[in-house]
């Protein structure tokens, strides 16, 4: 079994910053794709950012030039740093990872609970 716990939600003024991280633990061989999540009240769950294990990176266009997704796979841990906030990211964000298990080597995906950001006009 896998978890994934997040931290570094809260509430912030437009145009600040703040950082998330995600990390994964439990029966872990490797993990592939890891990612960030959001959904709004009322929205669906959208993508955020994504990152490879080889740091392929990938952004919606509505948080390029203002979030930066990392990992450290060492760690087995996903970090988003997100600068120059508006209302609109308010949101759940939520990590998910694509795990290779021990000692099966079976894929599966997982979510982490979430953590509410939310930014003040």
């Known amino acids: 079994q896998v978890q994934l716990v997040e931290s570094g939600g809260g509430l912030v003024q437009a145009g600040e910053s703040l950082s998330l991280s995600c990390a994964a633990s439990g029966s872990i061989f490797r993990i592939n794709a890891m990612a960030w999540y959001r959904q709004a009240p009322g929205k669906q769950r959208e993508l955020v950012a994504s990152?490879?294990?080889?740091?392929?990176?990938n952004y919606a266009d509505s948080v390029k030039g203002r979030f930066t997704v990392s990992r450290d796979n060492a760690k087995n841990t996903i970090y988003l740093e997100m600068n120059s906030l508006k209302p609109e990211d308010t949101a759940v964000y939520y990590c998910?990872?694509?795990?290779?298990?021990?000692?099966?080597?079976?894929?599966?995906?997982?979510w982490g609970q979430g953590t509410q950001v939310t930014v003040s006009s």
């Open positions: 998910n990872a694509d795990v290779v298990l021990l000692p099966t080597l079976a894929s599966r995906n997982y």
């Open positions: 990152i490879t294990s080889n740091s392929i990176l």
